[in-house]
């Protein structure tokens, strides 16, 4: 199959070399945003009069064929062309003869990559950003229906102090909220035009490189060609923000599957998204949320290839930037999947409550409470919380909770002490009356479901 790019050379690639060049395997996935880009720029051509309009009008109807034959499955990719482009254009050409070959004037190849990549990326993040709503949905129904669930909340993987559920849950909630923003913002940087840029130095056609962003819902053009084709930043944000995404997702995930083990025993999570063992009958493994933590690690890998690929490269195009796509094109599907499987997932969690509670009243959580009980009635922070730390010295001595030490005995420790105290480190009372900013209270966490809710507004 004759090259586009044949004249100059004496002699055929050779065939592993073409194989090795060649980005069909993947870059076909872009073909709806090649025609696309195609059609914009044929109808500039034609208006501009750098080709005769009858000629751009054939090419706009035989893009508009090709691409029908593509989507129907009338028409298959060639797998032997080099790429994409190189198909479109020859299928193009196959259809309506010369004039199809005046497709490619005012345009070099680096500009329509750039412009396909662009476009393909930004449709398949707005799939992305679907997937990170239905999750912060989801989140927030899980939230309201555990608003009473009191549970440990733990630093060091110690149990530290009581909160809830819903309150642990919204943690998440505010990490992925984030995570929309920063996809959001990285769209929004991504979304201008390098079309028209050409090879590098621009073009001496009078074209109008504005009416082709337009058309192709552009917000503005690359003010620069060199950088217009040897930008790849973009990619290198998503896998960023993906990155990020993974980061948060695993983090979630290692949770579940702490919580889900006979150890703790907080949560149960749906037959429909665990797996059995081959040879141990009891088993219910969290098969999908390890994967997911396991999958992180590969879209961190596809970050570090886009900033490698990029880093010492010169000015403007080379070829080294074709690894950039199957970077980002994995990272893209791998949280997309990723998302895919998390979300009805965690909508169908059930929560352990009355093991959460259980867990609520062990390890001495309460005990800052029991500080704070102290300093509300006077004694200085640092005075209660010595005497509490003693008091609690004396529980794990003789493995009993605060609950459990009569009142005579914590008078020996303050005479601050009195019957309240015990209604002050219940749990439930605990967590519910953290009602500052951000805290565990019910208002609070309320307010928190709210936040979230306004932000998918």
């Known amino acids: 199959m004759e090259k586009l790019w044949t004249g100059r050379f004496a002699e055929e690639l050779d065939r592993t070399a073409d194989a090795f060049n060649a980005s069909i395997r993947f870059d076909r996935k872009m073909y709806a945003q090649d025609i696309r880009g195609s059609l914009a720029h044929a109808a500039m051509l034609g208006a501009q009069g750098i080709i005769p309009p009858a000629d751009a009008q054939a090419i706009i109807e035989g893009l508009g064929g090709i691409l029908a034959d593509l989507q129907s499955g009338a028409l298959q990719i060639d797998e032997r062309c080099e790429d994409i482009h190189m198909f479109v254009e020859q299928e193009l050409t196959a259809r309506i003869g010369d004039a199809g070959k005046k497709l490619h004037t005012a345009r070099s190849r680096n500009d329509q990559v750039a412009t396909d990549l662009r476009l393909y990326l930004r449709d398949e993040c707005a799939h992305v950003r679907e997937l990170l709503c239905d999750l912060l ?33 919204l943690a998440y909630g505010m990490m992925f909220t984030r995570d929309l923003c920063r996809l959001s913002d990285a769209v929004t940087r991504m979304n201008v035009s390098p079309l028209g840029a050409c090879a590098l130095a621009g073009t001496t056609y009078p074209t109008d490189r504005q009416a082709t962003g337009a058309a192709l819902g552009f917000a503005d053009i690359a003010r620069n060609s060199i950088d217009a084709v040897s930008d790849r930043d973009f990619a290198v944000e998503l ?219």
């Not at 989801?138 to 630093?155: F, H, L, S």
């Not at 000015?315 to 199957?326: G, I, S």
């Open 239 to 457: 896998a960023a923000c993906f990155s990020l995404v993974m980061t948060h997702l695993s983090r979630f995930c290692e949770e579940l599957i702490l919580w889900s083990s006979w150890e703790f025993s907080f949560i149960e999570l749906s037959d429909r998204f665990t797996t059995g063992s081959s040879i141990m009958p009891q088993k219910k493994n969290p098969d999908m949320a390890e994967l997911i933590r396991g999958k992180t690690g590969r879209v961190y890998g596809d970050l570090i290839t886009l900033l490698t690929m990029l880093k010492g490269l010169p000015l403007a195009y080379n070829k080294d930037m074709q690894e950039d796509k199957e970077a980002v094109f994995d990272a893209l599907e791998t949280v997309t999947g990723c998302l895919t499987v998390f979300v009805p997932m965690l909508d169908s969690m059930t929560v352990r409550k009355e093991n959460l509670a259980a867990a609520a009243r062990t390890g001495l959580i309460n005990a800052t409470d029991l500080a704070d009980y102290l300093a509300k009635k006077g004694v200085p922070f640092r005075s209660a919380y010595k005497t509490v730390g003693q008091i609690v010295g004396v529980c794990v001595a003789s493995g009993r909770t605060l609950e459990e030490i009569p009142l005579e005995e914590y008078r020996k420790y303050d005479p601050n002490f009195d019957r309240d105290l015990y209604k002050a480190i219940d749990p439930a009372a605990c967590a519910y009356a953290r009602s500052s900013a951000g805290g565990a209270s019910p208002d609070q966490v309320e307010g928190q479901i709210a936040y979230i809710e306004r932000f998918l507004q």
């Open 137 to 169: 949905r989801v989140i927030c129904e899980q939230a309201r229906k555990n608003a009473d669930a009191v549970m440990p909340g733990y630093t060091h993987l110690q149990r530290a102090q009581p909160v809830t559920m819903a309150h642990q849950l």
